[in-house]
C-alpha cells in the first residue's frame, strides 16, 4: 500500500468514527451510548450505520452488571442494528462482507463479535476500550484494532 492509500485509509476511518458517535447519540440507552459504522474502505462507501438501545426506551435501566446476557435488558446492539440495516436494505445479501470493516465507539462485546463473524466481517475498529480479551477472536482470523492501535500501525506504514 502507498502513502497515498495509507493515508485514504484513515480518512475513511476517521471520518467514520466520527459518525460512529455521532449515530451513537441518537442511542435511547441509559447506561451506555454506542453506534457503529460498516464502510467498504477501499471504495469510501458507508453501508449501514446502527446504535444501541431498546426498540422501546427503557423507563429505567435493568442493568446492574456487566453480564448482559442475563441481566434482563432489552437493547439491540449498534452492530446488530447495523447488520440488520444492512441485509434489509441489500435484500437479504451481504456483498463481499471480508471487505466490510465495523467501525464501533466502544470496544464490541462477544456476542456483537460473534454476529458480526458470522456475517463475514472480520474486520473491527473501536475508540472506547471494553472489558474483552480479543485473542480468542483474533486467532480465528478476525481483526481487531483500536482506534489508536490503526493510528499508530498506518501512520508507521506512512512514514516507512
Not at 64 to 93: F, M, N, P, Y
Amino acid at each position: 500500500m502507498n502513502f497515498l492509500e495509507n493515508y485514504n485509509k484513515w480518512m475513511q476511518i476517521k471520518e467514520s468514527m466520527s459518525l460512529a458517535h455521532e449515530t451513537a447519540k441518537i442511542s435511547p440507552c441509559l447506561k451506555k451510548k454506542v453506534g457503529c459504522v460498516l464502510i467498504r474502505v477501499r471504495q469510501g462507501k458507508i453501508l449501514s450505520t446502527g446504535f444501541g438501545g431498546a426498540t422501546d426506551p427503557c423507563k429505567d435501566c435493568v442493568r446492574k452488571t456487566l453480564d448482559w446476557q442475563q441481566d434482563g435488558c432489552w437493547s439491540i446492539h449498534s452492530e446488530v442494528r447495523a447488520v440488520l440495516k444492512l441485509l434489509t436494505s441489500s435484500k437479504g445479501k451481504i456483498k463481499k462482507p471480508e471487505e466490510i470493516t465495523a467501525v464501533v465507539t466502544h470496544g464490541p462485546c462477544d456476542q456483537c463479535i460473534k454476529y458480526l463473524h458470522y456475517f463475514g466481517i472480520t474486520k473491527i475498529v473501536y475508540d472506547i476500550e471494553y472489558h474483552n480479551d480479543y485473542s480468542k477472536w483474533i486467532d480465528k482470523g478476525m481483526q481487531i484494532y483500536s482506534f489508536d492501535q490503526l493510528k499508530e500501525k498506518l501512520r508507521y506504514a506512512i512514514v516507512s
